[in-house]
């Protein structure tokens, strides 16, 4: 009986109140915008793995070894992609026994191997082998190593979204019909863990020959760190093709709508950057898309603890 | 011992997000075109298709058009006017220069798809404008004296003959007497002109032409101007909410035999603006 009740309070806490993210698509109330996410997942550590089974006996050899997959469908990743096993504790690594054989190098004790890219879907096996240390280097006391590595890449985030700019005849054409002009632009975020969101200082349609204030704020949503903690001056580049920057008006922004200066992260998120633009004169009423595009490197780092014991 | 295992799953089921849409278990339907028609206009129909309904950047998509006349009158400049393309480039326009009854013009634009970042839903906005005539005609029955007591007195003045007709069409103008008909030779009439359309469109008028039956005299008329033996419109009309506010005429009435029964005719050059839009997806 009491097995039982246990099984059902354990089944109840795993699999009950677990909310599946809408990963595909999903809509932030009271924003101004609908919102389209992409999953923040692009380069993933994935299958972690030691042979044996902890606890490992002194002096013995064990393995560590894990996937890298990305998981874009579609974008390759363009650059290198480092894997860096930078500590191991006690524990000895043996570079002729490592997967894939070759390409590691080995500075001040941290192992490096990089990759020309990733493929779309690419997977890629890591295999390290250690030897454990041996009873007297731990004391016949029982002891960890702990196994830290981190993979860095360099990708660029993008997201889009879509502006309805209308002219004042339209305008009027539209309200005397008694209907009411509305518009929710459609925003696409990209896949990736550094999210570029839109917002927008007026409402839409906006109206030919006016002002759009757009504000750009960039969240990291992924499990891992941006190398060097901001984004560099000249990162993020917007398009508005069609519209004006009104340059007292975008003073975060260059006069080609690359950020000036630094974009300082503070818990993960940034400050909106605002740029105003004016409208295109249009003939009616026209869709426009706006887009961003950031480049960044970032990097994600795991821990293996073995145990050893003597 | 079982009712706690069933309150258990319950509560577990309850807990959990519904609908879950798992895409890849989720069968898509994979159609090669999109249509779009346009039915509501009596005039017009209209039918644009999308081949393929999906395309990837710098990729070529067919725009199919087709348009009929649906009325029973020449349609005559009918222009369409693909004025939001979206990421797409190519030919946005085509003019027709007249269109018989139940004739149909097809074409195809091909559009090509310029570069996106992300995928997206382009909603193409295009217009359709078109002019046709509107008439209609209205019975104006004008008795002497004597005719109309001899006829009242007999319970017959109802059976006059008075009929009305007007062309279909979007666009509606109703003419009303504000004083029941038939008229006693020398009455004083007010003539009410009501103006509608119907559907989501812009209607413009650009003319409207009243002849007036010999058994009508002009009096005054606030949007009219008398031209022979016709009224010419002459303001705008602005309709708001598919109406714009009505004219008045003031007509005496004069009877050349005892039942002096003549027809109104008015006729009206209108052109209708259609708005649509149909959606194409790009792909990167």
């Known amino acids: 009986m009491k097995k039982l009740i246990f099984s059902l309070i354990t089944i109840v806490i795993i699999s009950g109140c677990v909310g599946i993210p809408d990963i595909f698509k999903g809509i932030i109330p009271g924003q101004k915008t609908q919102v389209t996410e992409l999953p923040p997942d692009l380069l993933v550590i994935q299958n972690i793995n030691t042979l044996p089974t902890p606890p490992v006996n002194a002096g013995d050899q064990f393995t560590v070894s894990f996937e890298i997959n990305n998981q874009d469908e579609i974008r390759g990743i363009q650059g290198d992609v480092k894997v860096q096993l930078f500590d191991y504790g006690l524990c000895k ?51 960890k190593c702990p196994i830290r590595f981190k993979i860095t890449y360099s990708s660029s985030a993008a997201s889009q979204v879509d502006v309805d700019v209308i002219n004042a005849t339209r305008l009027k054409e539209l309200q005397r019909t008694g209907q009411t002009p509305t518009y929710t632009p459609n925003q696409t975020v990209g896949r990736g863990p550094l999210k570029i969101y839109f917002d ?111 | 011992m079982r009712y706690l295992l069933l309150l258990a799953i319950v509560f577990v089921s309850l807990c959990t997000q519904l609908p879950i849409e798992i895409p890849f278990l989720t069968p898509s339907v994979q159609q090669s075109s999109f249509a779009l028609e346009v039915t509501s206009d009596p005039d017009i129909y209209l039918k644009v298709e999308t081949l393929p309904k999906e395309v990837k950047e710098g990729k070529n998509i067919s725009m199919i058009f087709e348009v009929r006349n649906e009325a029973n009158s020449d349609l005559e400049n009918i222009n369409v006017y693909a004025y939001d393309q979206c990421v797409f480039s190519g030919d946005n326009k085509k003019s027709i220069s007249m ?114 039956p010999s058994n009508l005299e002009f009096v005054s008329c606030s949007d009219y101007n008398k031209v022979d033996t016709s009224l010419k419109l002459t303001r705008k009309l602005n309709f708001i909410n598919n109406k714009a506010s009505s004219s008045n005429c003031k007509f005496t009435t004069k009877a050349s035999q005892p039942m002096d029964i003549k027809s109104l005719s008015l006729t009206a050059r209108y052109k209708y603006v259609l708005d649509n839009s149909i959606s194409v997806r790009v792909k990167k």
């Open chain 2, 99 to 212: 269109l018989k009854p139940d004739r149909t013009e097809r074409w195809t634009w091909k559009w090509k798809a310029g570069n996106i970042e992300l995928p997206t839903d382009c909603n193409i906005k295009f217009r359709t404008d078109y002019e046709n005539d509107f008439s209609l005609s209205q019975d104006v029955a004008v008795l002497t004296e004597s005719e109309y007591y001899i006829k009242e007195q007999e319970g017959i003045l109802e059976d006059i003959p008075i009929s009305s007709s007007s062309s279909s069409s979007p666009l509606s103008i109703s003419v009303g007497f504000l004083e029941n008909q038939p008229f006693v030779d020398g009455d004083e009439v007010t003539m009410s002109i009501g103006y509608s359309y119907i559907g989501e469109g812009i209607m413009n008028i650009s003319d409207i032409t009243i002849s007036i």
């Open chain 1, 93 to 143: 690594p043996i570079a002729t026994s490592f997967t894939p054989p070759d390409g590691w190098t080995e500075s001040s004790g941290m192992y490096t191997k990089t990759f020309d890219g990733f493929d779309p879907l690419q997977t890629e096996l890591i295999e390290w082998t250690f030897t454990a240390p041996n009873s007297n280097e731990i004391a016949y006391l029982s002891t």
């Open chain 1, 200 to 310: 927008f200082g007026a409402s839409f349609p906006v109206k030919s020959g006016g002002i759009l204030p757009i504000y750009i704020s960039i969240e990291d949503k992924g499990s891992g760190l941006i190398s060097g903690g901001d984004l560099p001056a000249k990162s993020l580049q917007l398009n508005a093709a069609g519209f004006t920057r009104i340059s007292d008006q975008c003073e975060k922004f260059n006069s080609d709508l690359t950020n000036n200066g630094t974009i300082t992260m503070i818990r993960k998120k940034s400050i909106p950057l605002k740029c105003s633009f004016t409208t295109p004169t249009v003939d009616i009423e026209k869709t426009y898309l706006i887009s961003a595009t950031l480049s960044y490197s970032y990097s994600i780092t795991q821990e293996v603890n073995v145990q050893v014991k003597p």
